[in-house]
């Protein structure tokens, strides 16, 4: 993904138990995200990546393989929010990293948009995202959801309450 925004530091080093504590957020705390098997791969203030491995549980449709299309949603919801709480930890580093992860507590989807491009087949997906923009109210996000080879399956956008 290439990025467009400009109100964002690009070179924010985020301290190591932040990024730690937003993963044990996303793939431990959420529980929906633990069941799917999300892993956060890489988390910076100009996008995140994350992968899932394809399980029999997330079969949309069983003659094909394919994931289920509501798990592609989750996990674009879910990669594009904390590519938004990123975004904003990024623009409070002046804060300790207990109050930008206090922050999480007021953080909701408020509008989703998917747009399924091809088939999800495969074994094993990588998610990226990236926050548009973050404002005093509202972070909006840009989402990828790929097969292993790089093939762009899925594509989101979404809007976060973050105040």
């Known amino acids: 993904m290439t990025s467009s925004r400009s ?9 190591p138990e932040f990024i730690a504590a937003l993963r044990d957020i996303y793939e431990e705390k959420i529980l929906f995200n633990q069941w799917m098997g999300l892993k956060v791969e890489s988390v910076k203030a100009t996008g995140i990546v994350a992968s899932l ?3 029999p549980e997330l079969v949309g449709h069983f003659a094909y393989h394919r994931i289920h299309g509501g798990v592609i949603s989750a996990v674009l919801d879910a990669m594009g ?18 109050k930008r992860l206090e922050r999480f507590a007021r953080h909701s989807t408020i509008d989703l948009r998917i747009d399924f491009l091809r088939p999800g087949i495969g074994e094993k997906f990588t998610i990226h995202a990236e926050a548009m923009r973050v404002g005093a109210r509202v972070g909006n996000a840009r989402m990828e959801f790929r097969s292993a080879d790089g093939k762009l399956l899925s594509t989101g956008t979404a809007a976060y309450l973050t105040s």
């Open 7 to 15: 109100d964002l530091p690009a070179n924010v080093e985020f301290e």
């Open 53 to 55: 491995a394809m399980k």
């Open 81 to 98: 929010s904390l590519a938004v709480m990123a975004a904003l930890g990024a623009k409070h580093m002046d804060e300790p990293v207990a």
